[in-house]
């Protein structure tokens, strides 16, 4: 049971660069999410997808830009990568809104 | 707009007790989900405990109980019998149906002693 798989679990950026992190889920849901959680602190929303092909932003947008071509994959993109986007990121499914999410084990990503 | 609020940042609980944490939350929507999960210090987000606005009893999960009072726009978690392995931090959610969106609060780390 694979639940919701994150690739890769650890990454080191130099400023600038971009790159894109990777959800796959397959439990056939229709939500995902991505969040992003700094030290000491809770996760907060990035962009969100209510199905294939649909995304949405959440409430930290601004320097990433996300892709739902396939049910079961959400990706999410640094274009330029800058050191505040320093963090753990968390990938997550639900079957649909108002309902549990199911987390992936998270992205560790310094930017340097 | 939607927001958790989690008063206590830290709580510390002898073993074998109970403890309770503090959740408020402020949303417009009627329809919306609450959620706890808890947080190890090895990274994982795991679900615990979920509460539907227009459940009428109050969740529970084995030796987790929601505490909801919708009026008072409440949503504390009770940790029954707690053990060592319960600490962690634990965060509060809120997810509004029909909206896509869901708000985290920053969390309370809980200690438990043996």
């Known amino acids: 049971n694979a639940g919701v798989t994150q690739t890769p679990k650890f990454r080191v950026l130099k400023t600038g660069q971009s790159m894109t992190l990777l959800c796959a889920q397959d439990m056939n849901h229709e939500y995902m999410y991505w969040y992003r959680q700094d030290p000491g602190m809770g996760l907060r929303l990035i962009h969100y997808?209510?199905?294939?092909?649909?995304?949405a932003k959440g409430e930290v947008p601004d320097g990433y830009n996300v892709s739902r071509l396939k049910k079961q994959n959400f990706l999410l993109g640094l274009e330029s990568a800058a050191p505040s986007q320093t963090s753990v990121y968390f990938c997550?499914?639900?079957?649909?809104?108002?309902?549990?999410?199911?987390f992936g084990d998270g992205t560790r990503l310094s930017i340097l | 707009a939607q927001k958790i609020t989690q008063t206590q940042p830290g709580m510390f609980v002898q073993e074998k007790e109970a403890v309770t944490l503090d959740c408020t939350y402020d949303t417009s929507d009627p329809s919306y989900g609450l959620f706890w999960y808890k947080q190890p210090s090895s990274g994982e987000m795991i679900f615990l405990i979920y509460q539907g606005s227009y459940d009428q009893q109050n969740a529970t999960e084995g030796r987790y109980s929601l505490n909801f009072q919708k009026a008072r726009k409440s949503a504390n978690l009770v940790i029954s019998a707690s053990q060592l392995g319960d600490s962690a931090m634990y965060f509060c959610?809120?997810?509004?149906?029909?909206?896509?969106?869901?708000?985290f609060g920053d969390g309370t780390t809980l200690t438990v002693k043996p």
């Open positions: 997550a499914s639900s079957d649909r809104d108002g309902q549990p999410q199911h």
């Open positions: 959610a809120i997810s509004n149906t029909n909206a896509g969106k869901s708000t």
């Open positions: 997808s209510v199905g294939e092909g649909t995304t």
